[in-house]
């Protein structure tokens, strides 16, 4: 017996390419079977597969049928689909995907799964301009054997390399460290977009991409607060790089023992708050995105990008405690429900 909805992968009425075409980095037809999984289908049928194909599907648990059983949902090899889309179909909501019929329709295929990458809780310049770069090199990357765990690391040296910038007081140094900490924001979307679209994730991933996220941002606070100090000879402002610096390792340590330590499926990191959505938990997920640096960049072309540990000072133990009441409220929502 099945606990899960059934997906036949079935031959189109026409099609140019074959199912093994390759397809940002996997063939066509393993990348929908891979998908399937992920979509909550508990087995996929592929009907009439020719010998090519069946080696495409190599490890993938795909059944190879003469025909579809009956229950099944149907869906066309050259359909090109992602997890949304598979969601929809398991929900018998069609049509759904992108038809590739002959290799003139590959490039739209390939824009249909690399949107489908952009997740739903980003920030805005995030989702719109950071992520329009972030997936035109990945999609250049999909078809080579750079790991998404290689991204993460080039991503991180980026950001670290930028920190030392922000030491000088001049526009025109300080702009680098912001033009390379924008670069490590958009890179480091570089890993997790090949990771899903690759089906490359790893626990080990996840936990690489954010602890190397906390090391690039206490990197550039440490060097804003000496910058600062240089500048002005005061001690409250290496006080202000320390309460940067101590609640950005506090607080990352408080998220990742709450939030990825435990067996989780899917991202091992999405949202402060583990029960349920509350305002205050919406608002630090907003807090703790990315969009933050494009006002260091456009400070760097002032020449005072460092006063912003100043501010981060202040927010980032704000943020802390933000957590705690958070946690707490989690805590209670598991009370009640027990």
Not at 250 to 274: D, E, F, H, N
Not at 313 to 321: D, T, W
Request: hydrophobic residues 50%; positive net charge.
């Amino acid at each position: 017996m099945t606990s899960g909805p059934i997906l036949a992968l079935v031959p189109p009425a026409a099609s140019g390419i074959p199912p093994e075409t390759p397809l940002l980095g996997l063939p066509l037809a393993r990348r929908t079977v891979l998908s399937a999984a992920r979509a909550g289908f508990s087995r996929v049928e592929v009907v009439r597969a020719p010998e090519a194909l069946q080696a495409a599907l190599a490890g993938t648990g795909a059944q190879l049928v003469d025909a579809a059983t009956s229950a099944a949902v149907r869906l066309p090899w050259n359909v090109v689909v992602h997890i949304k889309d598979l969601k929809k179909l398991a929900a018998r909501e069609s049509p759904v995907g992108v038809p590739a019929a002959t290799p003139v329709d590959l490039p739209r295929a390939e824009r249909h799964l690399l949107r489908g990458l952009i997740k739903d809780e980003e920030g805005f310049m995030s989702k719109h301009f950071d992520r329009t770069i972030s997936l035109a090199v990945t999609r250049r990357l999909a078809g080579t054997s750079i790991t998404p765990n290689q991204m993460t690391l080039i991503a991180v040296g980026i950001g670290v390399a930028g920190a030392p910038f922000f030491l000088s007081t001049r526009p025109s140094v300080q702009v680098w460290g912001g033009i390379l900490f924008l670069l490590h924001s958009i890179v480091d979307g570089c890993d997790g977009e090949l990771a899903r679209l690759k089906f490359q994730e790893s626990r080990y991933g996840g936990v690489l991409d954010f602890w190397g996220d906390n090391v690039v941002h206490v990197a550039v606070f440490a060097c804003m607060a000496l910058g600062l100090w240089f500048r002005t000879g005061r001690l409250w402002t290496l006080w202000c790089g320390v309460s940067a610096v101590v609640f950005t390792g506090i607080s990352a340590w408080y998220v990742y023992r709450r939030t990825m330590m435990g067996p989780k499926q899917g991202p091992l990191y999405t949202s402060v708050a583990m029960q349920a959505e509350t305002k205050l938990s919406k608002v630090a997920d907003a807090v703790s995105r990315r969009d933050f640096i494009y006002l260091i960049l456009i400070m760097s072309a002032f020449g005072i990008a460092d006063w912003f540990v100043v501010s981060s000072a202040v927010i980032i133990p704000i943020y802390f405690l933000v957590l705690l009441v958070v946690a707490w409220n989690d805590r209670r929502v598991a009370r009640s429900h027990s």
